[in-house]
């Protein structure tokens, strides 16, 4: 094989930090060849910088962290291909002590599960009062009944994979925030997703605790 051939197969690397913002970075042809490989078109990585653009202006935290570090944010998600529009609701980027992180949130999730091939149905959903009642922790038995009220009690989750097996994981509201007090890192911050889009959060919060326990996980879910 020649050096050429070498070269060719070679991944290429991004290139070194440069002073400057986001947008700079991404006017840099580097960076944009790395999203259209990544992503294997180039009209969808135009779209995917163009909507890492907009993020990046309209959340001033973002624009506080190292610019190489939200390219890399916004890299993950291309290559798992998952929007970063935060209203869709797939994936976000965050902040966090300067740095961005990629992080998938709940739809996210249930896409990458279902991309596998072993589910035939995932659901997450909230409760309302009356809903669900724990009949034994233990064996995870539920009883189910009508809503008493409109008043939302706790976040349920559902899988069955395609060979049969099924299960349920029902959180109280009490005890996902317990829960994220103690191991989300920017549960207080203001500008945290369980500030700013608390719902999802904690669906995701208990759609993760199934899996983990239960379901079929690739690596992409692993690292979540």
Known sequence: MSEKQVATKAEPRLPAPAP???????????????????????VKAAQFISSLATLVYAKPA??????????????????????????LGFAAIVPYKGHAQFQP????IVQLCLRTGQYAALEVNHALEGEIEVVNRFTGEYHFGKATSAKVVGVAAYLELVGGFHKLEYWTLEKIHA????YSRGYDKADSGWKT?????????????????YGVMSVEIRQT
Do not use: S
Request: glycine residues 6%; positive net charge; contains cysteine.
């Open 105 to 108: 949130q709940w739809k996210g």
């Open 20 to 42: 400057g913002t986001v947008r700079d970075l991404l006017e840099m042809p580097e960076y944009r060849r790395r999203f259209e490989q990544v992503l294997g078109d180039p």
């Open 62 to 87: 973002l624009r506080e962290c190292e610019p190489k570090t939200v390219i890399a944010a916004a890299l993950q998600a291309a290559a798992l291909d998952l929007p970063i529009q935060a209203n």
């Open 179 to 182: 829960h994220a007090k103690r």
């Open 197 to 213: 889009a608390t719902e999802a959060m904690e669906k995701k919060t208990v759609l993760l605790a199934l899996l983990r326990g």
